[in-house]
Nanobody, 121 residues
Framework: QVQLVESGGGLVQAGGSLRLSCAATGNIFNIRDMGWYRQAPDKQRELFARVTAGGDIKYADSVKGRFTVSRHNAENTVSLEMNGLRSEDTGVYYC???????????????WGQGTQVTISS
């Protein structure tokens, strides 16, 4: 089965940077949208960055200009460069892929396990 494994979370001071990565393994025919979600304490999970198979990228206003999402299709990975981190960026970060597992298949949603990002104050 398809699995998404995240890496790169941790603790960083305000103003610092972190890089997250998410690798998909398993039966993958192709991947449609790739995205990043986060869930801050006492808040709902929110989509803040996504990139389509064609490379079109959209960011939420809260991260625009600070975060950069990149696809690496040959490796079935999506990465996230986070700069100028703020306390309000603290939360659990989840990658998300829409994966087509076979020629006749429709896309299915897969999620990473989540990784904690904590910005110290």
């Amino acid at each position: 089965q398809v699995q998404l494994v995240e890496s790169g979370g941790g603790l960083v001071q305000a103003g610092g940077s972190l890089r997250l990565s998410c690798a998909a393994t398993g039966n993958i025919f192709n991947i449609r949208d790739m995205g990043w979600y986060r869930q801050a304490p006492d808040k709902q999970r929110e989509l803040f960055a996504r990139v389509t198979a064609g490379g079109d990228i959209k960011y939420a206003d809260s991260v625009k200009g600070r975060f950069t999402v990149s696809r690496h299709n040959a490796e079935n990975t999506v990465s996230l460069e986070m700069n100028g981190l703020r306390s309000e960026d603290t939360g659990v970060y989840y990658c998300h892929d829409q994966v087509v597992e076979g020629f006749w298949s429709t896309a299915r949603d897969f999620w990473g396990q989540g990784t904690q990002v904590t910005i110290s104050s």
